[in-house]
């Protein structure tokens, strides 16, 4: 096991999605054969010879240059380990610490599925999850369904023994008498933990996971080896994936086999088919094989298309309830255009969840786009694979289509450059392992341009916008999205949006991360965009209070390669510079965007607290005044004699001292010169920023089926369609 | 004799000490010093004879605004009549509102020929009836009102006092003393006309006898800490002296080793200190010692960037200060030290100085570009030197060689050499 992981870490970055299954794939092939020998140095002296061999097995498989027939093994003790059985023991990995978790990753990656399979038709996304609180006796009688069945229940696990009953018993006995006592004294009766009291120790909870779509469906003979053989898969491939590791329901299904050893059930129909697809499996873990329970044809009485998997697995819904709801509710932000509707259906109906998520847009996003590797972000083993998959005979002809931007006359430069054993004829299936590291060697120094981000498919500020205008119903919002850039040779597209005030969000920072276009929950203080949006905006140069305001900040990144950080992907480092500068910028267009709104809707308050705020003055300063005078009429009062005050002063001042002007006088007509520079300057506001009393929002008119029966009224200025 | 008890110790030491403290045998007997001193007492008596320049003298009169002394009654008068314009502007149904000299700094003058600042006339209206003046008119009204009513009574109060009077409306001090500066220049008087006092900040101690609201006082008999210095002017008079020069000290620890020291009588002389960054009361006070006994004026500060402006204050005045600079500015104050140069000179060890952070160099590099800097070509020198070395220290720095070594060597030592800019 040791090995595995050391292999892991070692390996030089690769694509993605090939990492885990090269790491398998080399795995099962060393043990057999070479298991003196470190791995990582096995890789490295495989000849160009071999490659050609496996270049017949499905193009997900990196091109070790090893025939994959199982050779004799040296050592007796010598265990093959299927990728199955892999992931089984590393269930961390792929997002399954523990029970809590694995429900929370079962979620996420049945709704994942569910939203590429209707992307991939161009289909706007209906995505249903249930989640079904299994209590024990249900879940005994399912087991009692199937062949296995319990005859002594006391063998299990979560059997409750009868020592453990007694002292439960005993323990909820103690708890009713101090409660009745306490009832009797008439203090306040705490409310029984029912959860915790009804439940034995090491007592599991179980669910049923059931999500449905509307995507593409499956087609029928797939069906087995799509669910019952880890790594294998459609999404394989250098482009923008949602998935984080490409296993997606397999996971979860070794997961029920690891807790339930109960099977995932999938019902699937394609456009066009007449019949829907029922299948039944397991996976036989040792051989990395589905075992088909059931496999059948059923008649559709509605056609539709799509798929529902269900699966039971170990789950805990109280610790992981928060995560799985932010979940679906981040994933409603980025994705505004599906539809989710979620159910949460406990033993107890009170305690029942069932929230919807509606459409906001049909606008989808275009679909991502497999592209072909930068020269530099390859790395000498995936330089090897491309070369046992390529078409192409020639070096030349290699290097100018099986890479982006490498043009012909770059390529022939770059051959010269290699060195006098390289020539644009030279079959690319000859080059030895040394010209391969002169030619990654080159690949490094050489300059190229950036790879474009066409290939990328961001969400979209529109789609963004809308996004968060949805969930949160904030008061302001602000999107932006970056240009693409490039980090080691793959592009990234970093948009943002803040948000200020709205429904459920907290004061201070929210910080909402997405990456590729799924929501990331955990682990989010060692974020790049957490830091960033900490540390290195100041906030209050934008109007915007740190502590007080309620801030939404979402930040979505979407690349080939995300740069994970950690074993669980679930964060981006703060180190990459690139990264962490388009998520300033990216953070701070939006925070200009907003301070200018602020400023506007600052002035807007001014405007309507002008009056009062002149108002609340106007007797202090009348007083003060009027004091003076008082005091100064009395003054004149007494010393006739003084005559250094002109005439109409003086006059002023008797009129004061007859109480002829009096304080009220002075008030009443400031008082009358507020109002009118009141009405003046609410004049001169409106004309400045037109007379409309509140700022308008467009409403979404959801579309309709076209099938609908509807009349058209027609005017020159409008139609008034009516359905029927 | 303190002094000679002083100077007895300072034998006795002298074998380990001299060892000890650097340059101590580079002094000659403090009788030379007193003649070199004396010599520049008379230069400095015989040259302020002539007579200082007014703005008028510039003819910038017109273009420049500065305040003078108003009797109480003629402040009484100009409230009044301000009271009345307001109250006619009011009953007119127009509102109201103030001209107030502007006291930016874009609204400042540095002129060379009378070493000061002074404020040019621009002014700004403060209506009632918007929103950004509103509070700030009220509290002008305020204020005016409650200046009357000293002016009424014939009494003084503190800025503290008048805080006091309706904090409902003043909310902080530093608004109702913004504001009092205001009416200061409204009214066209100085802040003491005002009858509206600072709390004592500075003292004095040495070869100084003055009269406090007519009570004799001799601050060589006012104890180690000094006579407070009377934040009053109009209660100053009758000053005598026997000193030599005035020693400015910008820090209180350096005033009060000086004082325990009995610096003044060593070397007949005034020690004064403002704590820091100098009140009106102190400059006040500063400026009539040098009008009245005419001796030179000698500043130990800091060397570091605000040293230099505390400097600045009392020779060219402040900005904030800058319509009353006429009053408050003292004429040619000579930079003793610690200057820049001197830590080299007198081998400050590394560890007592300190770097200086980004603001300080920032603080330094903007002072480089004032006028009252440029004037003098000496202060540009040390500070291009503070600037480029990045370091400062401060007067305390020189204790590194013993707690008196400041008035026992450093001090005499300076004043030997004539060094002073």
Same mark, same amino acid.
């Given at each position: 096991?040791?090995?595995?992981?050391?292999?892991?870490?070692?390996?030089?970055?690769?694509?993605?999605?090939?990492?885990?299954?090269?790491?398998?794939?080399?795995?099962?092939?060393?043990?057999?054969?070479?298991?003196?020998?470190?791995?990582?140095?096995?890789?490295?002296?495989?000849?160009?010879?071999?490659?050609?061999?496996?270049?017949?097995?499905?193009?997900? %498989?990196?091109?070790? @240059?090893?025939?994959?027939?199982?050779?004799?093994?040296?050592?007796?003790?010598?265990?093959?380990?299927?990728?199955?059985?892999?992931?089984?023991?590393?269930?961390?990995?792929?997002?399954?610490?523990?029970?809590?978790?694995?429900?929370?990753?079962?979620?996420?990656?049945?709704?994942?599925?569910?939203?590429?399979?209707?992307?991939?038709?161009?289909?706007?996304?209906?995505?249903?999850?249930?989640?079904?609180?299994?209590?024990?006796?249900?879940?005994?009688?399912?087991?009692?369904?199937?062949?296995?069945?319990?005859?002594?229940?006391?063998?299990?696990?979560?059997?409750?023994? +009868?020592?453990?009953?007694?002292?439960?018993?005993?323990?909820?006995?103690?708890?009713?008498?101090?409660?009745?006592?306490?009832?009797?004294?008439?203090?306040?009766?705490?409310?029984?933990?029912?959860?915790?009291?009804?439940?034995?120790?090491?007592?599991?909870?179980?669910?049923?996971? /059931?999500?449905?779509?509307?995507?593409?469906?499956?087609?029928?003979?797939?069906?087995?080896?799509?669910?019952?053989?880890?790594?294998?898969?459609?999404?394989?491939?250098?482009?923008?994936?949602?998935?984080?590791?490409?296993?997606?329901?397999?996971?979860?299904?070794?997961?029920?086999?690891?807790?339930?050893?109960?099977?995932?059930?999938?019902?699937?129909?394609?456009?066009?088919?007449?019949?829907?697809?029922?299948?039944?499996?397991?996976?036989?873990?040792?051989?990395?094989?589905?075992?088909?329970?059931?496999?059948?044809?059923?008649?559709?009485? *509605?056609?539709?298309?799509?798929?529902?998997?269900?699966?039971?697995?170990?789950?805990?819904?109280?610790?992981?309830?928060?995560?799985?709801?932010?979940?679906?509710?981040?994933?409603?932000?980025?994705?505004?255009?599906?539809?989710?509707?979620?159910?949460?259906?406990?033993?107890?109906?009170?305690?029942?969840?069932?929230?919807?998520?509606?459409?906001?847009?049909?606008?989808?996003?275009?679909?991502?786009?497999?592209?072909?590797?930068?020269?530099?972000?390859?790395?000498?083993?995936?330089?090897?694979?491309?070369?046992?998959?390529?078409?192409?005979?020639?070096?030349?002809?290699?290097?100018?289509?099986?890479?982006?931007?490498?043009?012909?006359?770059?390529?022939?430069?770059?051959?010269?450059?290699?060195?006098?054993?390289?020539?644009?004829?030279?079959?690319?299936?000859?080059?030895?392992?040394?010209?391969?590291?002169?030619?990654?060697?080159?690949?490094?120094?050489?300059?190229?341009?950036?790879?474009?981000?066409?290939?990328?498919?961001?969400? @979209?500020?529109?789609?963004?916008?809308?996004?968060?205008?949805?969930?949160?119903?904030?008061?302001?919002?602000?999107?932006?999205?970056?240009?693409? %850039?490039?980090?080691?040779?793959?592009?990234?597209?970093?948009?943002?949006?803040?948000?200020?005030?709205?429904?459920?969000?907290?004061?201070?920072?929210?910080?909402?991360?997405?990456?590729?276009?799924?929501?990331?929950?955990?682990?989010?203080?060692?974020?790049?965009?957490?830091?960033?949006?900490?540390?290195?905006?100041?906030?209050?140069?934008?109007?915007?209070?740190?502590?007080?305001?309620?801030?939404?900040?979402?930040?979505?990144?979407?690349?080939?390669?995300?740069?994970?950080?950690?074993?669980?992907?679930?964060?981006?480092?703060?180190?990459?510079?690139?990264?962490?500068?388009?998520?300033? /910028?990216? =953070?701070?267009?939006?925070?200009?965007?907003?301070?200018?709104?602020?400023?506007?809707?600052?002035?807007?308050?001014?405007?309507?607290?002008?009056?009062?705020?002149?108002?609340?003055?106007?007797?202090?300063?009348?007083?003060?005044?009027?004091?003076?005078?008082?005091?100064?009429?009395?003054?004149?009062?007494?010393?006739?004699?003084?005559?250094?005050?002109?005439?109409?002063?003086?006059?002023? &001042?008797?009129?004061?001292?007859?109480?002829?002007? /009096?304080?009220?006088?002075?008030?009443?007509?400031?008082?009358?010169?507020?109002?009118?520079?009141?009405?003046?300057?609410?004049?001169?506001?409106?004309?400045?920023?037109?007379?409309?009393?509140?700022?308008?929002?467009?409403?979404?008119?959801?579309?309709?089926?076209?099938?609908?029966?509807?009349?058209?009224?027609?005017?020159?200025?409008?139609?008034?369609?009516?359905? %029927? | 004799?303190?002094?000679?008890?002083?100077?007895?110790?300072? *034998?006795?030491?002298?074998?380990?000490?001299?060892?000890?403290?650097?340059?101590?045998?580079?002094?000659?007997?403090?009788?030379?010093?007193?003649?070199?001193?004396?010599?520049?007492?008379?230069?400095?008596?015989?040259?302020?004879?002539?007579?200082?320049?007014?703005?008028?003298?510039?003819?910038?009169?017109?273009?420049?605004?500065?305040?003078?002394?108003?009797?109480?009654?003629?402040?009484?008068?100009?409230?009044?009549?301000?009271?009345?314009?307001?109250?006619?502007?009011?009953?007119?149904?127009?509102?109201?509102?103030?001209?107030?000299?502007?006291?930016?700094?874009?609204?400042?003058?540095?002129?060379?020929? &009378?070493?000061?600042?002074?404020?040019?006339?621009?002014?700004?209206?403060?209506?009632?009836?918007?929103?950004?003046?509103?509070?700030?008119?009220?509290?002008?009204?305020?204020?005016?009102?409650?200046?009357?009513?000293?002016?009424?009574?014939?009494?003084? +109060?503190?800025?503290?006092?008048?805080?006091?009077?309706?904090?409902?409306?003043?909310?902080?001090?530093?608004?109702?003393?913004?504001?009092?500066?205001?009416?200061?220049?409204?009214?066209?008087?100085?802040?003491?006309?005002?009858?509206?006092?600072?709390?004592?900040?500075?003292?004095?101690?040495?070869?100084?006898?003055?009269?406090?609201?007519?009570?004799?006082?001799?601050?060589?008999?006012?104890?180690?800490?000094?006579?407070?210095?009377?934040?009053?002017?109009?209660?100053?008079?009758?000053?005598?002296?026997?000193?030599?020069?005035?020693?400015?000290?910008?820090?209180?620890?350096?005033?009060?080793?000086?004082?325990?020291?009995?610096?003044?009588?060593?070397?007949?002389?005034?020690?004064? /200190?403002?704590?820091?960054?100098?009140?009106?009361?102190?400059?006040?006070?500063?400026?009539?010692?040098?009008?009245?006994?005419?001796?030179?004026?000698?500043?130990?500060?800091?060397?570091?960037?605000?040293?230099?402006?505390? &400097?600045?204050?009392?020779?060219? @005045?402040?900005?904030?200060?800058?319509?009353?600079?006429?009053?408050?500015?003292?004429?040619?104050?000579?930079?003793?030290?610690?200057?820049?140069? *001197?830590?080299?000179?007198?081998? =400050?060890?590394?560890?007592?100085?300190?770097?200086?952070?980004?603001?300080?160099?920032?603080?330094?590099?903007?002072?480089?570009?004032?006028?009252?800097?440029?004037?003098?070509?000496?202060?540009?020198?040390?500070?291009?030197?503070?600037?480029?070395?990045? %370091?400062?220290?401060?007067?305390?720095?020189?204790?590194?060689?013993?707690?008196?070594?400041?008035?026992?060597?450093?001090?005499?030592?300076?004043?030997?050499?004539?060094?002073?800019?």
């Amino acid at each position: 096991m040791m090995r595995f992981n050391i292999f892991i870490y070692a390996s030089p970055p690769c694509a993605r999605v090939t990492l885990y299954h090269s790491l398998i794939h080399s795995v099962a092939v060393e043990n057999t054969s070479r298991l003196s020998k470190p791995l990582i140095w096995a890789d490295q002296r495989i000849s160009p010879m071999d490659s050609g061999e496996s270049s017949e097995e499905s193009p997900v %498989q990196t091109k070790k @240059g090893k025939s994959k027939t199982p050779r004799k093994p040296k050592a007796s003790t010598l265990k093959q380990k299927s990728p199955a059985e892999f992931f089984a023991e590393n269930k961390n990995i792929a997002g399954f610490d523990n029970p809590g978790k694995s429900l929370y990753t079962t979620v996420r990656e049945l709704v994942e599925n569910a939203l590429d399979s209707a992307e991939s038709i161009a289909e706007l996304p209906l995505v249903e999850v249930t989640i079904e609180e299994i209590n024990r006796s249900k879940f005994n009688s399912m087991i009692g369904l199937i062949d296995r069945e319990r005859i002594d229940e006391a063998l299990y696990g979560d059997f409750e023994t +009868v020592k453990a009953r007694e002292k439960r018993l005993a323990k909820e006995a103690r708890f009713q008498e101090i409660q009745a006592k306490n009832s009797a004294l008439g203090k306040k009766v705490k409310e029984p933990t029912a959860g915790k009291a009804m439940k034995g120790r090491g007592e599991a909870s179980f669910y049923r996971v /059931t999500c449905k779509d509307n995507g593409r469906g499956m087609p029928h003979d797939d069906i087995p080896n799509m669910f019952g053989r880890v790594l294998s898969g459609t999404k394989y491939g250098l482009k923008q994936t949602r998935g984080k590791f490409g296993l997606g329901a397999k996971m979860a299904l070794i997961w029920s086999k690891m807790s339930t050893g109960l099977p995932i059930e999938i019902s699937s129909s394609m456009n066009g088919q007449s019949y829907t697809t029922f299948c039944r499996l397991d996976i036989d873990i040792h051989r990395n094989i589905p075992h088909i329970h059931l496999h059948e044809k059923r008649n559709d009485k *509605d056609p539709w298309h799509g798929a529902e998997i269900q699966v039971v697995i170990e789950g805990n819904w109280t610790t992981y309830r928060s995560k799985i709801l932010h979940y679906m509710r981040q994933m409603a932000v980025i994705t505004p255009y599906a539809q989710f509707m979620f159910r949460f259906i406990a033993d107890t109906p009170d305690k029942n969840v069932s929230i919807r998520f509606a459409r906001r847009t049909d606008v989808m996003p275009a679909v991502p786009l497999e592209t072909k590797y930068h020269p530099s972000a390859v790395d000498l083993l995936l330089i090897k694979r491309l070369i046992g998959e390529t078409s192409k005979q020639h070096l030349l002809q290699f290097l100018q289509h099986e890479f982006v931007n490498i043009g012909k006359a770059h390529a022939e430069r770059l051959i010269g450059e290699m060195g006098p054993d390289f020539s644009s004829k030279t079959p690319v299936n000859s080059l030895t392992s040394q010209q391969i590291v002169r030619m990654h060697q080159l690949f490094r120094q050489a300059k190229f341009d950036d790879p474009s981000g066409d290939c990328l498919s961001p969400a @979209g500020e529109y789609n963004l916008r809308l996004g968060i205008i949805k969930e949160l119903q904030p008061e302001m919002v602000a999107t932006y999205t970056a240009s693409a %850039q490039v980090f080691e040779g793959h592009p990234f597209i970093v948009e943002a949006g803040v948000s200020l005030g709205g429904k459920d969000v907290k004061q201070g920072l929210n910080i909402f991360r997405f990456a590729n276009r799924i929501p990331l929950l955990f682990e989010q203080g060692a974020d790049v965009v957490t830091r960033t949006a900490m540390k290195r905006i100041n906030w209050n140069s934008y109007k915007i209070n740190q502590t007080q305001d309620k801030i939404g900040v979402f930040v979505s990144i979407v690349s080939t390669k995300i740069p994970f950080k950690g074993t669980g992907k679930e964060y981006i480092g703060d180190d990459i510079s690139e990264i962490a500068n388009a998520v300033k /910028t990216s =953070i701070k267009q939006c925070c200009v965007q907003l301070k200018s709104k602020i400023v506007k809707k600052i002035q807007a308050r001014e405007q309507q607290e002008r009056k009062r705020n002149l108002s609340k003055y106007i007797s202090d300063a009348t007083g003060a005044i009027y004091s003076v005078l008082k005091e100064a009429s009395q003054l004149h009062a007494n010393k006739k004699k003084r005559l250094e005050i002109k005439d109409e002063d003086a006059e002023l &001042l008797e009129k004061v001292s007859d109480r002829l002007i /009096t304080k009220e006088m002075l008030s009443e007509k400031l008082a009358q010169h507020v109002e009118q520079v009141d009405y003046e300057m609410a004049m001169e506001y409106a004309t400045q920023s037109g007379v409309r009393e509140e700022p308008r929002e467009n409403i979404y008119l959801q579309a309709l089926d076209p099938q609908k029966n509807f009349m058209d009224f027609q005017t020159p200025v409008f139609v008034f369609r009516l359905f %029927q | 004799m303190a002094d000679k008890r002083k100077r007895r110790r300072a *034998d006795a030491d002298s074998d380990d000490e001299s060892a000890r403290l650097p340059f101590k045998n580079r002094l000659k007997p403090d009788s030379a010093i007193i003649s070199i001193l004396e010599t520049l007492t008379e230069a400095t008596k015989s040259a302020s004879t002539s007579k200082t320049l007014t703005l008028s003298d510039l003819n910038l009169a017109s273009t420049c605004r500065e305040v003078t002394d108003l009797t109480l009654s003629s402040v009484q008068t100009e409230i009044q009549a301000l009271a009345i314009s307001l109250a006619k502007s009011i009953l007119a149904g127009n509102g109201f509102s103030f001209s107030v000299p502007s006291r930016a700094a874009t609204n400042q003058l540095y002129v060379p020929e &009378l070493d000061r600042i002074v404020l040019k006339d621009k002014t700004s209206v403060r209506p009632y009836a918007s929103v950004s003046t509103v509070r700030k008119t009220t509290i002008t009204a305020r204020i005016l009102s409650l200046i009357h009513q000293l002016s009424l009574k014939n009494i003084h +109060v503190t800025k503290r006092d008048l805080f006091y009077t309706d904090v409902k409306l003043f909310q902080d001090q530093t608004q109702s003393d913004a504001v009092l500066d205001d009416v200061s220049c409204i009214l066209g008087c100085t802040r003491s006309s005002l009858n509206v006092v600072a709390a004592e900040k500075g003292v004095v101690v040495g070869r100084l006898i003055f009269s406090d609201n007519g009570d004799m006082i001799d601050c060589t008999k006012m104890g180690m800490g000094g006579k407070a210095i009377p934040p009053n002017i109009d209660r100053v008079g009758d000053m005598s002296s026997d000193a030599l020069f005035i020693l400015l000290v910008e820090k209180d620890a350096a005033y009060m080793r000086l004082a325990e020291d009995r610096f003044y009588n060593r070397f007949p002389c005034i020690i004064v /200190t403002a704590k820091g960054q100098p009140d009106v009361a102190t400059r006040l006070f500063l400026r009539k010692m040098k009008m009245e006994l005419k001796l030179p004026v000698l500043a130990l500060v800091d060397s570091d960037p605000y040293g230099l402006k505390i &400097l600045s204050v009392y020779g060219s @005045g402040s900005k904030n200060m800058s319509y009353d600079s006429a009053n408050l500015t003292t004429p040619d104050i000579k930079w003793l030290g610690v200057r820049p140069s *001197d830590l080299d000179k007198y081998k =400050i060890p590394e560890q007592c100085r300190l770097p200086m952070t980004e603001q300080d160099i920032k603080t330094g590099k903007d002072l480089l570009e004032e006028d009252f800097v440029k004037k003098n070509p000496g202060w540009v020198e040390e500070l291009n030197i503070m600037v480029k070395s990045k %370091q400062k220290a401060e007067i305390q720095a020189l204790s590194t060689f013993g707690f008196q070594y400041l008035s026992e060597v450093y001090l005499p030592l300076k004043l030997q050499q004539q060094d002073w800019l």
